[in-house]
Each structure stands twice: as C-alpha cells, then as structure tokens.
C-alpha cells in the first residue's frame, strides 16, 4: 500500500505504518506547498492509495469520492511529536 502523511504531521510518522507500506512525505515527492486538491490528484496519477492528515476540514472541502484515494484523518490533541 502507497501512503503519504501531509506534510503538517511529523516526518517520523512515517516510520509507523510498517514495513509492508510504500510511505513517501510530501518533502520527499517535492509537493511542498500543495493546495489539498492538486495533492489528492498528483496523489492519484501517482498510484497513492492513502492520505493521512489532521485536516478535519478537508472532507468537506474536497470530493474525494471521486479520487481512488482513501482519506484517514487524524483527531489528535496536537500534530507536533
């Protein structure tokens, strides 16, 4: 599975997932600075099958249900380490 963390969680996230994953961080594709919806499609023409943010807005400000993407988004007390 292809996944990216947005580039607002710690980079050490992407550690996590295992070793079973494919996780690239936004700094290491050079999509610094993306606005979500150029992300979700560079996201999608580059074969990631998940996003993971803290951006609890981002379902109502995108249809992902036109992306082949699945979005997690994280609820958190803070998104700092």
Known sequence: MKILPDESLPRKLSRDFGPD??????????????????L????????????????RNLPYQ????????AVFVLCAYNNRQ
């Open 40 to 55: 979700l499609r560079l996201m999608a023409d580059n074969g990631f099958e998940v996003f993971v943010t803290v951006d």
């Open 21 to 38: 994953h494919e996780v690239f961080t936004v700094r290491e594709m050079n999509w610094l600075g993306q606005k979500n919806g150029a």
């Open 62 to 69: 995108q249809n992902l249900e036109k992306l082949p993407i």
